[in-house]
């Protein structure tokens, strides 16, 4: 796939506007504040691709982006205490009817902060993806920010935080230096190649 081709697709602030799926879908879900716009510039090696922001909670609407036959589906963070009842049930029905529609969902990335345990509502969606057998990767983000030693202990320790941690394909990734961009878009290529 040639990355650097990725270009903004549409953008939906409620379910029943996403029409139906014609290709490969790949989604990013994570809490608020977690780094998916940041992944997914560093992936597409692009600045402003997604837009990125200091305020948590800011995508509050499903943007999808394309590179050749594969949409990238990038969902609201979840999770952000501060925005009001009925924007976050509007997020919540994003992602739920995102998940329900039938849809040619090939992978989800589920990102999770490195420098701490995953949340509750981390949990709850790797639990929901093993549930409704999608497959899925972790995303550990914020990988630049913690030393060698304490990389090493959160890799640990992560995996007895999630549940079938050992099991799943666990992927530390740093918005800074790229580290993992590359794993990432082997198995992207690699889905795509089963997709054609």
């Known amino acids: 796939?040639?990355?650097?081709?990725?270009?903004?697709?549409?953008?939906?602030?409620?379910?029943?506007?996403?029409?139906?799926?014609?290709?490969?879908?790949?989604?990013?879900?994570g809490?608020?504040?977690?780094?998916?716009?940041?992944?997914?510039?560093?992936?597409?090696?692009?600045?402003?691709?997604?837009?990125?922001?200091?305020?948590?909670?800011?995508?509050?609407?499903?943007?999808?982006?394309?590179?050749?036959?594969?949409?990238f589906v990038d969902l609201p963070g979840y999770g952000y205490a501060k925005v009001a009842k009925s924007e976050k049930h509007r997020w919540s029905e994003l992602i739920e009817g995102y998940f329900s529609q039938d849809r040619d969902l090939r992978l989800v990335v589920?990102?999770?902060?490195?420098?701490?345990?995953?949340?509750?509502?981390?949990?709850?969606?790797?639990e929901f993806l093993i549930?409704?057998?999608?497959?899925?990767?972790?995303?550990?983000?914020?990988?630049d920010k913690l030393n060698k030693k304490e990389r090493t202990e959160r890799l640990s320790k992560i995996k007895e935080e999630l549940p079938?941690?050992?099991?799943?394909?666990?992927?530390?990734f740093s918005g800074e230096t790229g580290e993992g961009a590359d794993k990432l878009r082997a198995i992207f290529d690699e889905i795509q190649k089963d997709g054609q």
Do not use: W
């Open 164 to 172: 079938y941690g050992d099991q799943i394909t666990i992927i530390p």
């Open 1 to 29: 796939m040639n990355y650097n081709k990725a270009s903004f697709f549409c953008s939906y602030g409620i379910s029943s506007q996403i029409p139906p799926s014609d290709r490969i879908e790949i989604a990013f879900a």
């Open 110 to 126: 589920e990102l999770i902060d490195m420098r701490h345990p995953p949340t509750v509502l981390d949990v709850q969606m790797v």
């Open 31 to 71: 809490r608020s504040n977690v780094g998916k716009s940041t992944a997914i510039n560093k992936i597409f090696n692009r600045k402003n691709l997604a837009r990125v922001s200091a305020v948590p909670g800011k995508t509050a609407t499903i943007n999808f982006y394309q590179v050749e036959n594969v949409h």
């Open 131 to 143: 549930a409704h057998s999608l497959p899925f990767v972790v995303l550990l983000t914020k990988y």
